[in-house]
């Protein structure tokens, strides 16, 4: 079945340490996009790659980074930059930028700082 | 330390009734309007979506209405089941641009 993979499901992050969050498509989607997503809020974009080896960053993007050196493959590492990282973060692909109809949505990681 | 998030807006509901869920929209120039439900724990799925040049649009057992004049949202869910439990929210588009507005929790009764 084509779809998007997090992982892992939960993840647990010490004060000062860098963590990696796994994001895998298997759609053939150009597009792809790390949002986070806090209690009452609306989806918050951190990044974006409209194809391989380009990103760019969303409205929230500092004390992330990220890389696109595959085509199914989107990972997101939350750096110690990061002060509050505690959240749900979902990872999404479309066809193409900006295609929100086409959106799927992985089943999310939920990152908790220890 | 984590932060103190706002409380989403909730409804509850009667197994059988119907559902209204409300959302307002910032932009007037969006032109593709989605509804996502998404369950506790889970990544958002889409349910129905509508464009700008449209007022109404039904689905199965959902119905999703737009009125531009006061950037209104609505999503209309038939004969609510306990399935239906969970976050809803919308999201508006235009050019490449997505913002997803922050949700309703849907509770249903038995």
């Known amino acids: 079945d084509g779809g998007i993979t997090q992982s892992p499901k939960y993840l647990f992050r010490k004060e000062g340490q860098n963590v990696t969050l796994s994001c895998e498509q298997n759609?053939?989607?150009?597009?792809m996009y790390w949002y986070r997503q806090d209690p009452g809020q609306g989806l918050r974009l951190i990044y974006y790659?409209?194809?391989?080896?380009?990103?760019q960053k969303g409205d929230i993007a500092e004390g992330y980074s990220v890389s696109r050196e595959k085509k199914e493959s989107f990972p997101l590492t939350v750096t110690s930059a990061q002060k509050n990282p505690t959240a749900f973060y979902l990872c999404?692909?479309?066809?193409?930028?900006?295609?929100?109809?086409?959106?799927?949505f992985g089943s999310g990681t939920r990152l908790t700082v220890v | 330390g984590e932060s103190v998030g706002l409380h989403l807006p909730t409804l509850s509901v009667q197994e059988g009734d119907n559902s209204i869920i409300n959302c307002a929209y910032s932009?007037?120039?969006?032109?593709?309007f989605i509804w996502y439900k998404q369950e506790s724990g889970k990544g958002p799925q889409f349910i129905i979506d509508?464009?700008?040049?449209?007022d109404k649009r039904q689905g199965q057992r959902v119905t999703v209405l737009l009125n531009k004049t006061v950037k209104h949202l609505s999503l209309q869910i038939a004969a609510t089941q306990p399935g239906d439990s969970a976050v809803y929210f919308c999201?508006?588009?235009?050019?490449?641009?997505?913002?997803f507005g922050p949700g309703t929790s849907l509770s249903v009764i038995p």
């Open positions: 932009n007037s120039a969006s032109d593709y």
């Open positions: 999201a508006e588009t235009s050019y490449d641009k997505v913002i």
């Open positions: 509508i464009r700008s040049n449209m």
């Open positions: 999404a692909s479309s066809i193409s930028l900006g295609r929100a109809w086409g959106y799927t």
């Open positions: 790659s409209q194809i391989v080896n380009d990103f």
């Open positions: 759609l053939n989607h150009d597009a």
